[in-house]
Every structure is written in C-alpha cells, then in structure tokens.
C-alpha cells in the first residue's frame, strides 16, 4: 500500500500516482543498488522519513521514492529487505529519533526487491541515485546503450555520496551493516535536499537544516571509514 503525506505532497509507493496540484507524473527519486534488498531500500526509506519531516518551510510537490536493483544473481526479485539494516536503524537511530526510525521501519517491511526497468529509467521525471560508480557498468548489460548516454549526460545518475562508492554490506558482518546505515544516513538526506535544490525545489534553508540534523546522529569518523570501504570494495572489483 502507498505511504502519502498530503501535507507533504510526498508519495512513498512504487505505483504511477497523481496529485490534485498536478496532473503530470511527480518527480521519482530512484535509488538503485544491486539487488535491492540491502543499500537501496534503506536509502529510500531515509528519504521518505527526511521529505515527510518538518525542515521545510513550504509545502512540496508529489514526489515518488523508490528503489530497484540490477540483478536477482545474488537474491531473487521479490525478496525482502536485509533485517540486518534494520538492525542497524534500531540500534543507531531508535535512541536518538524513534518516530523516524518507525517511519524506516514502516518502508522497508512493506519493500520487495524489483529491478530497475527502461520504462522507468527512460522517464524525464526520474532522478536515479547510484551506491557506486561502478554500477554505470552494471547498467550498460540492462538498459539501451542510447539512454545510459543520455542518463549520464543530463546528470540523472547521480551517486548518493559523490565521488564515493556506499559499500555493499551483503556478506559483511551487523558492524559492517551499522557503518554502511550511518553512511547513508549521512549522505542520502543532503545529496536529496541538493538535488531538490538544483530543482528549485527547496532552498538553502533547507540544505543547512538536514545538513545539521545528520550531523546529530551521525559521527563523521564512521562516514569516512566506510569512504575507505567502498573505495577498497571498488578497487577489489
């Protein structure tokens, strides 16, 4: 079932929805991991819980958070999300914020794993956030070479945590699940806010409000390490 904020106008489903404001698809914010069971439906989930929270000093248009992985080599599509992430969340947000961590809760118990279609990637209102450089490659065996141009070129590839790689935590252990979730709690809300920016969604108000609310939670030693383990897993592929 779809999450909506009509306050918001944010919509939390992986359904085509319309708005009374707006007649047209809202702008989908996709974020694309492997396999979709582990890095990029948490990062979604974060992004809801930001875009239904009250850093806005204005009232947002619908907008789509989703997330869709490349393969089903590694778990097959419809498959639940790592509780292991969740884990992560429990232990590292439940403290400090329990309704966000209910609101992430909510997202990834309702999550299965989809992959990433052309229909989807060709639409002018998706943005497509990516875990790591390397899955540009990754995309190339699944999408017309011609979109995959012209994703890259008009910048609808962005990574989350530019130029750094989110790690794959898949065979890791729960402390490498905590480090990963505190690297996407850090970086999923400001490279989101930036992109609304850009949009001219949002403005500077709101960059310096979630810039400063990751900032409480997370201790940016552990962002850095996992930095170093994304580049490492990168460099090892």
């Known amino acids: 079932l779809p999450l909506v904020s009509h306050t918001l106008g944010v919509v939390m489903s992986d359904s085509?929805?319309?708005?009374?404001?707006?007649?047209?698809?809202?702008?989908?914010i996709c974020y694309v991991?492997?396999?979709n069971v582990c890095r990029s439906p948490m990062a979604a989930s974060i992004a809801s819980w930001i875009l239904s929270s009250n850093i806005f000093s204005s009232s947002l248009p619908p907008i789509r958070v989703i997330s869709r992985g490349i393969t089903d080599s590694y778990s097959p599509w419809g498959s639940s999300p790592s509780s292991r992430?969740?884990?992560?969340?429990?232990?590292?947000?439940?403290?400090?914020?329990?309704?966000?961590?209910?609101?992430?809760?909510?997202?990834?118990?309702?999550?299965?794993?989809?992959?990433?279609?052309?229909?989807?990637?060709?639409?002018?209102?998706?943005?497509?956030?990516?875990?790591?450089?390397s899955h540009i490659t990754w995309l190339s065996s699944t999408l017309p070479p011609s979109l995959l141009t012209s994703l890259t070129s008009s910048s609808?590839?962005?990574?989350?945590?530019?130029?750094?790689?989110?790690?794959?935590?898949?065979?890791?252990?729960?402390?490498?699940?905590?480090?990963?979730?505190?690297?996407?709690?850090?970086?999923?809300p400001i490279s989101l806010i930036m992109a609304l920016k850009d949009?001219?969604?949002?403005?500077?108000?709101?960059?310096?409000?979630?810039?400063?609310?990751?900032?409480?939670?997370?201790?940016?030693?552990?962002?850095?390490?996992?930095?170093k383990l994304g580049q490492e897993q990168?460099?090892?592929k």
Not at 156 to 185: A, C, K, N
């Open 156 to 188: 609808r590839l962005p990574l989350i945590d530019p130029p750094h790689s989110i790690p794959d935590p898949y065979f890791g252990t729960q402390e490498t699940y905590d480090i990963v979730f505190s690297h996407l709690l850090y970086s999923v």
């Open 85 to 133: 992430m969740l884990v992560s969340s429990r232990r590292l947000l439940l403290p400090k914020n329990p309704t966000a961590h209910e609101k992430i809760s909510t997202y990834q118990n309702l999550h299965t794993s989809s992959p990433l279609t052309t229909s989807l990637a060709s639409s002018p209102q998706t943005l497509i956030f990516l875990v790591t450089s």
């Open 234 to 236: 990168t460099t090892q």
């Open 33 to 35: 991991c492997t396999s």
């Open 16 to 28: 085509p929805a319309k708005s009374p404001a707006s007649q047209d698809s809202p702008l989908t």
């Open 199 to 227: 949009k001219g969604i949002v403005g500077d108000d709101e960059l310096d409000k979630v810039k400063n609310l990751v900032s409480s939670y997370v201790d940016f030693e552990t962002v850095k390490t996992s930095r």
